[in-house]
């Protein structure tokens, strides 16, 4: 298998594997499309392609591209999401050359990254039609409107691309975008996130402008890269050219922003450091609107590109499962072989779908001395977006953290409240948690459910758990087709 080239060969896969359905009733991009694929997510449904879209003739949206992890494994050409996470580690997790043998397959191994490098398109896609000045209306496109409350209309799946002005490298992100009209929009970029690392370090430099451009609809690789928690200063492109195991085809826009030579719409403009906007509210995937309302960003819009016959993509959020739920199980099957180069003590890893992504994460150790669960969670509190994580449970290597009976027994037997619960104050937490009592300010909950040892336990070892006579369990495995019982 291979990863999709563009987002319509991957729609007519999935059609081809019945999962994608067409609809042809006429329904509005405001709370009806929206209605639709919520109900068809919360169901684990198909893809969606909506053909009559009210109000925007020519358009269609597709939306629920990504809901189950078998269309994302499909999307991107893997088997195992491990694998992705894999091609990264494999070029620095390794023992240093030594003989000419080793250092000529070094080089090879070098030079294989170039496999993952953006290649610049001299054509795009989306040249077939080019709205600039006036003409370059936001109200053009389909945009959502999610939730009844929600204060506006707002791209959900846009992956915004900046350019960092320290470093050159490339941001994309996927952030919601609130329509302020027909030539601006308000960009949510939260304090803890690369695209507003970007913006500020442009107001730092004294920059003008910083530009801005929004993708909508691309090859599945770099719409997924949009939500992968990348740590900086790597490049986006660089890693989206990993997740689809080829480099991405690019074509450089006035701007000087490089964007997927294969997308649908590119909406491209710029920020004005220190010009922001109220935004919000919004019914976010903590299932809350998200309220206050706070300033962020104004985009102010230069020109749109898109294909003859567009194709809008979008997404809703709210209380789980939704199709961020399947996205945040991939980002954690991707990442896994990081952290577990970064923690080789790191076993497996759960972030459970209704644990919204930053409200909680299961990992899976192997103990090795005293206060090891505690170190492993204060590694994660300090780790790129895992810093965000509100709440961490630690168990042993033997408990699948995937099964959350197993987990919830292991919290049961092996957790005295007093030593075993830690919880951090006045620290940084997830802008968009509702619990924090000041917005990206409030406090974290560990807890080490590892069996603990005699250093741990006031001197005593930790009680022997029962098991079965080794003898008289062979023997009833023996005979038990014949017990009559199953």
């Known amino acids: 298998m291979a990863a999709f080239q563009d987002l319509r060969g991957f729609l007519e896969a999935l059609e081809e594997r019945g999962q994608l359905r067409r609809v042809?009733?006429?329904?509005?991009?405001?709370?009806?499309?929206?209605?639709?694929?919520?109900r068809v997510m919360q169901r684990r449904g198909p893809a969606l392609l909506f053909e009559n879209v009210k109000g925007y003739p020519g358009w269609r949206v597709a939306g629920n591209l990504f809901g189950t992890l078998d269309r994302i494994r499909l999307a991107l050409g893997v088997d195992?999401?491990?694998?992705?996470?894999?091609?990264?580690?494999?070029?620095?997790?390794?023992?240093p050359p030594l003989t000419l043998g080793e250092k000529l397959r070094s080089l090879r191994d070098v030079l294989d990254v170039g496999r993952y490098t953006p290649r610049r398109a001299r054509r795009a896609a989306f040249e077939d039609i080019v709205l600039e000045g006036g003409e370059a209306s936001l109200e053009k496109l389909p945009v959502f409107k999610t939730w009844p409350r929600d204060g506006g209309r707002y791209i959900t799946f846009g992956q915004v691309y900046t350019v960092d002005p320290e470093r050159g490298v490339t941001n994309i992100g996927v952030y919601r975008v609130m329509l302020r009209g027909p030539r601006e929009a308000v960009v949510h970029w939260q304090l803890h996130k690369r695209g507003r690392h970007a913006y500020l370090s442009a107001a730092e430099q004294g920059e003008e402008r910083l530009p801005v451009a929004i993708v909508i609809g691309s090859d599945p690789a770099t719409m997924l890269t949009g939500v992968m928690p990348v740590p900086y200063p790597m490049d986006k492109l660089l890693f989206a050219g990993f997740m689809a195991g080829r480099g991405v085809e690019v074509y450089r826009l006035p701007s000087g922003i490089h964007v997927p030579a294969s997308a649908e719409v590119v909406v491209e403009?710029?920020?004005?450091?220190?010009?922001?906007?109220?935004?919000?509210?919004?019914?976010?995937?903590?299932?809350?609107?998200?309220?206050?309302?706070?300033?962020?960003?104004?985009?102010t819009v230069e020109r749109i590109w898109m294909r003859r016959d567009p194709i809008y993509v979008g997404t809703v959020v709210g209380k789980p499962p939704m199709e961020d739920a399947a996205i945040g199980k991939a980002v954690e099957r991707v990442f896994l072989p990081v952290l577990r180069m970064l923690l080789p003590e790191i076993v497996d890893i759960n972030l459970p779908e209704y644990g919204v992504f930053q409200g909680m994460a299961i990992v899976s150790i192997r103990k090795r001395y005293p206060g090891h669960a505690k170190k492993v969670m204060m590694a994660l509190w300090g780790l790129g977006q895992m810093a965000l994580t509100k709440t961490i449970i630690v168990v042993d290597h033997d408990i699948d953290v995937h099964d959350l009976n197993q987990v919830i027994w292991a919290v049961s037997a092996n957790v005295d409240p007093q030593r075993d619960v830690l919880v951090v104050p006045n620290t940084h937490t997830d802008h968009l948690d509702p619990a924090a009592p000041v917005p990206g300010y409030g406090s974290k909950l560990g807890i080490d459910a590892t069996r603990k040892l005699p250093e741990e336990n006031q001197g005593r070892p930790w009680p022997q758990e029962v098991e079965p006579d080794p003898e008289v369990a062979r023997r009833i495995d023996e005979i038990w087709p014949s017990l009559g019982i199953e």
């Open 80 to 95: 195992r999401l491990e694998d992705i996470g894999e091609r990264l580690v494999s070029l620095t997790a390794r023992a």
């Open 24 to 38: 042809r009733a006429e329904l509005s991009p405001v709370l009806e499309i929206p209605e639709v694929l919520r």
């Open 269 to 299: 403009g710029y920020v004005e450091p220190g010009r922001e906007a109220p935004e919000g509210p919004f019914g976010d995937h903590w299932g809350y609107y998200d309220e206050p309302v706070h300033r962020f960003p104004v985009m």
